[in-house]
């Protein structure tokens, strides 16, 4: 017996874990449709495996939806306007342990590690792939592996490290929290081999090529403290042929420009679709998230002095006696088919700005690259900065105008050192999300996040 087909029967035991996924955006043939004695075979089965990994990441749970918006909901720029508990505590800032939507994303996110998982465990059963084809499937694999893992670091600090694709429930449950450190040299591990290893696919941005993992290394190096190489990086991402669109509009409304070196693609088919726009539409059904009174005022300021960007990322809508701040980024609210960046051009220039000054220093480069995104976006050029606090006053400012509702804001704040300023004195644990509760309940070993309490 092969032994996929010895996985896959127990797959079938505890399928509310390791089901396979929806409709895949490239190809819309449903992978879940797949017969389990025919689960990644060949390089056709590869293919749509690996597609299944990206459809993880369309989940509601994910970047679908909240995921996404709670980035900028848990901090500073929107706030949550429905009936649902589990969007209030994040819009409150106030998230408890047993919160099922925290789980629920929880949840999703190690269901794409475990397709990840399940892809490089099987790649010795493929019977037509060349050598190149194998490699390149385990640099995806990998790769989005590594992503997934960047984004539970960032919110919840250290998880659970899996890296086999489990074969009992024990190993599920047992498993402790790695560390930080651990976490982070995993990932650039991980984003280095995809570096050297993805193919050039055809379907890029909407699939991994190494640019994309060049540029994720100069994320995850900024975010770890490594400035020299995070700026290193940066600088190989920028000069691997991706151009700034002229209008900072285009880069909504033109899926896979110049500009994305990463984007994740939604389409108006049933089951493969964002709940962005809508959730931002009072005229559409559903929970709501709106802006932040502060934000829209400060982004309305810089509007004044010529920034595009407000225009091109709000709109407010009149309804009787009521003003609505909407996300105007995300806006197909007719087919919910808005693609959303996952690593764009523009970050590549601030993170080497700010990698840089994070060395000591503002030099001409560093104020280059902040004029750069200012003068795409309208505004005129800086001629200096008086110090690196003030350079990263800067950056940090047109971080949070050029990438609003694209899911940097909380790591952004938590790197800047200014997230506590939005929690108490005695709520400066909060800045952490918990790990659920749920999961903790299942799983002995597995610590919760200091000052949290069962609740």
């Not at 595009?308 to 990322?313: I, K, P, Q, V």
């Not at 220039?349 to 700010?354: H, T």
């Not at 004029?371 to 200096?384: C, D, K, M, Y």
Request: proline letters at 4%.
């Amino acid at each position: 017996m092969k032994k996929n087909n010895l996985i896959y029967t127990y797959l079938l035991a505890v399928s509310f874990l390791f089901g396979m996924g929806a409709c895949d955006t490239l190809d819309q043939e449903p992978v879940n449709q797949i017969p389990t004695d025919e689960a990644i075979t060949n390089a056709r089965s590869a293919e749509r495996a690996i597609l299944g990994m990206y459809d993880g990441m369309q989940s509601e749970n994910y970047y679908g939806l909240r995921y996404l918006y709670y980035q900028d909901t848990y901090t500073d720029n929107l706030q949550h306007a429905g009936t649902f508990t589990t969007d209030q505590e994040v819009s409150f800032r106030r998230i408890n342990p047993s919160n099922l939507q925290i789980r629920s994303t929880w949840q999703t996110m190690y269901r794409v590690i475990r397709d990840a998982n399940f892809i490089l465990f099987s790649l010795s059963n493929l019977d037509d792939a060349t050598e190149e084809q194998l490699l390149a499937y385990e640099a995806e694999a990998r790769f989005i592996r590594a992503y997934v893992y960047y984004d539970l670091l960032r919110v919840f600090n250290g998880v659970p490290l899996v890296t086999d694709f489990v074969t009992t429930v024990d190993e599920i449950n047992t498993l402790p929290r790695a560390s930080t450190e651990d976490l982070y040299a995993f990932i650039i591990a991980e984003l280095q081999f995809a570096e050297q290893n993805l193919g050039e696919t055809p379907d890029a941005p909407f699939r991994a090529r190494p640019a994309a993992a060049t540029a994720m290394l100069a994320r995850v190096h900024l975010q770890a403290g490594n400035p020299g190489q995070a700026a290193q990086k940066a600088t190989e991402a920028i000069g691997l042929g991706y151009s700034l669109l002229p209008n900072y509009r285009d880069i909504w409304t033109i899926p896979g420009n110049a500009e994305m070196i990463f984007n994740l693609s939604f389409t108006n088919v049933d089951g493969d679709q964002s709940a962005l726009a809508i959730s931002s539409d009072p005229d559409t059904g559903g929970q709501k998230f709106y802006i932040r009174e502060d934000f829209f005022n400060q982004f309305a300021a810089s509007a004044a002095e010529g920034d595009t960007r407000f225009e091109a990322s709000i709109t407010l809508e009149f309804i009787a006696d009521r003003v609505f701040r909407r996300v105007f980024k995300y806006y197909r609210s007719a087919t919910n088919d808005d693609n959303v960046p996952l690593i764009r051009l523009a970050e590549m220039y601030l993170i080497r700005a700010e990698a840089i000054v994070r060395q000591g220093s503002v030099t001409a480069q560093v104020i280059t690259d902040i004029n750069t995104i200012r003068n795409r976006a309208g505004l005129v050029s800086l001629t200096g900065l008086a110090s690196p606090a003030a350079a990263l006053t800067e950056i940090q400012r047109q971080r949070r105008f050029e990438l609003a509702f694209e899911g940097h804001r909380y790591s952004d704040m938590r790197r800047f050192g200014n997230i506590g300023t939005l929690f108490p004195d005695n709520e400066q644990f909060r800045v952490i999300w918990p790990i659920p509760l749920q999961e903790i309940e299942v799983n002995p070993n597995l610590e919760q996040n200091p000052g949290y309490t069962a609740e």
